[in-house]
């Protein structure tokens, strides 16, 4: 059974720069493609972005600009997302989901909808930025 745990939450000022780490646990052998999804108070979820299951691609959906960096290191089983310049709308609930990709497509589309549509998630973290 697969199970992802997310941290680096927290509180920050507005202009830090901080990374969430997702760690993905109960592993075997499987192809997963690995996203971020974000909840915040009051708002619906908003896709941020992923990255497929060898690491050859990232989609970041189109509301996010260009200050979050997603990214996978295999030999730890960790998926990480970066955020430069944080501001107060970045604050949510931040969750690492992953879904399997059995036929290896990796496209656009289905990268971007792991956040509505995916096999595991983790626990959210909390990122809280004050101006």
């Known amino acids: 059974q697969v199970q992802l745990l997310g941290s680096g939450g927290g509180l920050v000022q507005a202009g830090d720069s901080r990374r969430l780490t997702c760690a993905a646990s109960?592993?075997?052998?499987?192809?997963?493609?690995l996203g971020w999804f974000r909840e915040a108070s009051g708002k619906e979820r908003e896709c941020v972005g992923a990255?497929?299951?060898?690491?050859?691609?990232?989609h970041y959906a189109d509301s996010i600009k260009d200050r979050f960096a997603i990214s996978r290191d295999d030999t730890k089983n960790t998926v990480y997302l970066s955020i430069n310049n944080l501001q107060p709308e970045d604050t949510a609930v931040y969750y690492c989901a992953a879904r399997h990709d059995y036929n290896l497509l990796s496209s656009t589309l289905f990268l971007h909808n792991i956040t509505y549509s995916h096999n595991y998630w983790g626990h959210g973290t909390q990122r809280t930025v004050s101006s």
């Open positions: 990255v497929s299951w060898n690491g050859d691609k990232t």
């Open positions: 109960g592993l075997t052998d499987v192809k997963l493609a």
